[in-house]
């Protein structure tokens, strides 16, 4: 089933969802280990918050993405084709099998609006945090495990000084990338609602989420 006009065709396999995530909401989805998502920018340079945790606990704590045993294994700031995503405990949670765009964002977490009252003293009708906090929710999860997230599609060079602010984004319309998971996973993402900096390309809009077995 194809949602979105000039979308890229789905892999073979079983579709278990299929769905557009609003502009500024927030997904989630319990995904069984070998099952795959797409993450598809239906528009281009709109950037999509990305957590992931164990479905159940290891070594009795809630097991979730960490961001720098992500970085620090393979010694790369970014993510793309290949890269893993590790969990605090350096176990792979899920492997990005596919990538038409590159260069995600490890370090710059989630938009609050805490946050950009600071930066920018305003804020958005809404933030990434409190789309994470009510959607985790749904999970049993609660606002202490909102951590350094992923930024899928969002552009943060670092210079060599370590200077590294947001740029205008670089997915296309039809940009995606496929995550695996190697665990059974909570996956929960955060549509950027961000309208004060260039993560969402200055107004935010949906993205395409695709759960497949095959």
Not at 181 to 195: F, G, L, T, W
Request: net charge negative.
């Amino acid at each position: 089933m194809n949602l979105i006009t000039g979308a890229p065709a789905l892999p073979e396999g079983r579709i278990i969802e299929d769905s557009v995530v609003p502009a500024r909401a927030p997904w989630s989805v319990r995904m069984k280990a070998g099952e795959t998502l797409r993450v598809i920018d239906i528009e281009g340079q709109q950037a999509v918050d990305f957590l992931c945790f164990g479905a159940s606990s290891h070594e009795g704590q809630i097991e979730r993405y960490h961001m720098p045993n992500t970085i620090k294994i393979p010694k790369n700031l970014f993510v793309g084709k290949g890269s893993v995503l590790y969990s605090q405990f350096a176990r792979p949670m899920m492997t990005v099998v596919e990538d038409t765009c590159g260069g995600h964002d490890t370090i710059f977490g989630c938009c609050s609006f805490a946050v950009d009252q600071f930066r920018y003293g305003k804020h958005n009708a809404e933030c990434c945090q409190r789309n994470f906090e009510r959607e985790m929710a749904l999970h049993g999860l609660g606002p202490e495990h909102v951590v350094a997230n992923l930024n899928l599609f969002m552009n943060v060079p670092v210079a060599p000084n370590g200077d590294c602010e947001i740029l205008d984004g670089q997915s296309k319309p039809g940009d995606f990338v496929d995550l695996r998971a190697e665990m059974d996973v909570i996956v929960v993402i955060s549509n950027c609602p961000q309208e004060l900096n260039p993560a969402a390309g200055g107004g935010p809009t949906p993205v395409r989420v695709v759960v497949w077995e095959g």
